[in-house]
């Protein structure tokens, strides 16, 4: 009984954790630009498709990870540059639509570069499967949660300690004052995407293995993601974590209690309700003064 | 009302000419129509199927063709779509006028161009698994893949021959999982195994560990089988090893390609699974009257195309090359003959076993075709 329960908590925590990372990434972008990126999952799966691809090639796999990371980094960049800052003046709907259409464009950039079949990513460190009052765990599955809390932890301190950071929070909080004290606002907007680019092609990187990664593995992945960011606030970070530890959690007790039919279902009702019954999710106090 | 009538008219016109052309020369091309879902979802059964279909049409033309006609092939992919797979039959059938149709990748594009080739009166011979395309008989329909119920079927001897009679089910969100699912119900309650567990997974699942874990859990359980297509059948796999069950792991026919031995890894081995002749071709014995067919296919299909032969690639060339063989026996494309010499496929080995049609059977394949077979250090052995 309590080891079905450790179970359903293990698989819910590592995928989980892949949401936190989407949702952060949504959270970063929103911060700075007020954009709701659903480009988000195709991040995570360049990432995916760059490891995977590359180290069947035989590049090593820090390298390989390395590579889809800066490659990434760069579509966000050009995401933010060509399709966002263009139309900066748009209604934030219009930017969405933006959003979605830049993640059409990449899925179909990303299917003609590496085909559409499955690429496989071999585990980090070997598949036993480790042994836990009777539940069982992938080694995969730790790489993915201290991978996730790493970095979690790693732009918490960069918003907090650098200047950079503290530059692209000022920005979050109000532009026009940002800009008097001489940021360069538009910096700060391709930062945050070339940040949250990063987070989230990490995030496809660790998580291919258990996944295997697929062209199209970004959709269902940023949705979940975007549920996170909802979930805790959109805009709070530590709240988009929690959101994706929740939803994640959610979905494996709901596919192992309910019904595994309604695996997904349980992220949308999740979101459904919270955008009824508290609009500004768990955590997020501030979006009501942005409007 | 006017133009009802030379619509008519026109049609009398066309299909007198038609008739006229059917009968004329003898190097008139014989029509072979085509539809496959060559991009999608499906693209896995389809884009292998269009490359067999054009590869034996040319191979075909360059040796003479078929009683000295040729072959013109038209492909239309349908990108696993049932509307656009019965807006290319419509077309197929009124502007290309072609003399059979061989597709329907899936079952689901097979059964919306089921109605208009019964209407227009066209042999059409599907690639498609489920049972329903079948049974009940249509009368211009065919199909070559064996059915989710022969699955079923084998697997149930299998289990029965280890005295194994509890039965755990996973079976995908999808078309083929569904049929898949619903006919292993029927065959357990035939043959006696009771199913002990009845789980489902959403096609893109990437976690099915909860699903499994129910399964760990219940004692009763002593194998379980998976009914599914494409990547989730390796995600089970690989979760279930995760769990470390210990109980034999059954999959479908739907995963007989190298492609699920890849993507699976080292969590394939010890897997079993019922599959055509065509994936453990070398290793049939010598006596195996499938054995040359299936020897010569996957050595033109590499060589052709530098990847390896797929059980659905043998789909595709067994529905044309009933469809010639039929209009060799007919005498020409006439459209009746032509479907009653299909229908009176007699003895066709092909890649799928072979193939004995009848006016009760339009698919001919017994559970002999099929062979139980298992992973064995990344490759298709036959199980004993």
């Not at chain 1, 090639?57 to 050009?78: D, N, Q, T, W, Y």
């Not at chain 2, 009940?136 to 289990?159: G, I, Q, S, Y």
């Not at chain 2, 092909?350 to 009848?358: E, H």
């Amino acid at each position: 009984m309590l080891a079905e329960l450790l179970q359903y908590l293990l698989s819910g925590l590592t995928i989980g954790a892949i949401y936190a990372l989407a949702g952060l990434g949504f959270s970063i972008i929103y911060n700075a630009s007020h954009v709701i990126n659903f480009a988000q999952g195709e991040f995570i799966m360049i990432g995916g498709m760059a490891s995977a691809t590359l180290t069947a090639s035989g590049v090593p796999l820090p390298l390989a990870i390395l590579i889809g990371c800066g490659g990434a980094m760069l579509v966000g960049v050009a995401v933010a540059k060509f399709a966002v800052e263009r139309a900066r003046k748009a209604s934030t709907v219009t930017l969405i639509i933006i959003t979605i259409g830049a993640s059409i464009f990449l899925r179909g950039v990303a299917e003609l570069v590496w085909g559409k079949d499955f690429k496989r990513l071999d585990a980090f460190s070997g598949e036993t499967p480790i042994q836990l009052f009777g539940a069982s765990l992938q080694p995969q599955s730790l790489w993915v949660m201290g991978c996730a809390g790493v970095l979690i932890v790693a732009i918490g301190l960069f918003f907090n300690k650098t200047l950079t950071g503290k530059a692209m929070l000022a920005t979050s909080h109000n532009r026009l004052a940002a800009q008097l004290v001489g940021i360069d606002v538009k910096r700060v907007v391709l930062a945050s995407f070339a940040l949250s680019a990063a987070l989230g092609a990490v995030g496809g990187a660790v998580v291919a293995p258990i996944t295997f990664s697929y062209t199209e593995m970004g959709i269902m992945l940023g949705l979940k993601g975007f549920t996170a960011a909802v979930l805790g606030g959109l805009g709070h970070g530590p709240g988009a974590v929690a959101g994706g530890l929740i939803v994640g959690v959610a979905e494996a007790l709901g596919a192992g209690y309910l019904s595994s039919a309604y695996k997904d279902a349980v992220a949308f009702v999740i979101i459904l309700a919270v955008l009824l019954f508290m609009p500004n999710g768990l955590f997020g106090k501030r979006g009501t003064e942005r409007v | 009302m006017r133009i009802r009538l030379l619509s008519t008219m026109a049609a009398v016109v066309g299909l007198t000419l038609g008739a006229v052309a059917g009968s004329a020369t003898a190097a008139d091309p014989i029509k072979v129509g085509a539809i496959v879902s060559a991009t999608g979802p499906a693209s896995f059964l389809g884009d292998p199927e269009k490359k067999v279909l054009e590869l034996y049409a040319d191979r075909i033309n360059q040796a003479g063709g078929v009683a000295g006609r040729p072959v013109q092939l038209t492909v239309y992919d349908d990108g696993g779509a049932a509307d656009k797979a019965a807006s290319f039959t419509k077309r197929l059938i009124e502007s290309d006028k072609v003399d059979v149709i061989v597709g329907g990748t899936t079952t689901a594009t097979t059964m919306a161009a089921a109605p208009l080739v019964e209407r227009g009166e066209v042999p059409f011979i599907s690639l498609a698994g489920a049972v329903v395309i079948v049974e009940p008989v249509k009368k211009w329909v065919f199909k070559t893949p064996h059915t989710d119920r022969m699955a079923a079927e084998k697997v149930m001897d299998d289990l029965k021959k280890r005295g194994l009679t509890k039965l755990a089910l996973v079976s995908e969100d999808s078309g083929f999982g569904k049929s898949g699912r619903e006919q292993t119900l029927a065959v357990a309650k035939e043959r006696g195994i009771e199913l002990v567990a009845d789980e489902t997974y959403g096609a893109k699942d990437t976690d099915v560990t909860a699903q499994l874990t129910k399964i760990r859990n219940n004692p009763a359980a002593q194998a379980v089988l998976v009914f599914g297509l494409g990547q989730g059948p390796a995600v089970v796999t690989k979760n279930y090893r995760q769990l470390v069950i210990n109980l034999p792991l059954y999959q479908s026919h739907g995963v007989a390609s190298k492609e699920y031995i890849r993507l699976a890894g080292g969590a394939a081995e010890g897997v079993r699974l019922p599959a055509a002749g065509l994936v453990v071709a070398s290793q049939l014995p010598d006596s195996d009257p499938q054995k040359k067919v299936v020897v010569e296919f996957t050595k033109v299909y590499e060589e052709a195309f530098s990847v390896e032969v797929s059980t659905f690639a043998g789909h595709a060339y067994d529905g044309l090359m009933i469809a010639l063989d039929a209009v060799k026996r007919a005498g020409g494309t006439d459209k009746a003959k032509l479907r009653d010499a299909i229908e009176q496929t007699k003895g066709y080995v092909g890649t799928g076993g072979t193939v004995t049609m009848s006016a009760k059977d339009h698919m001919g394949l017994t559970l002999d075709a099929f062979h139980m077979v298992e992973v064995k250090q990344g490759d298709w052995t036959l199980a004993k």
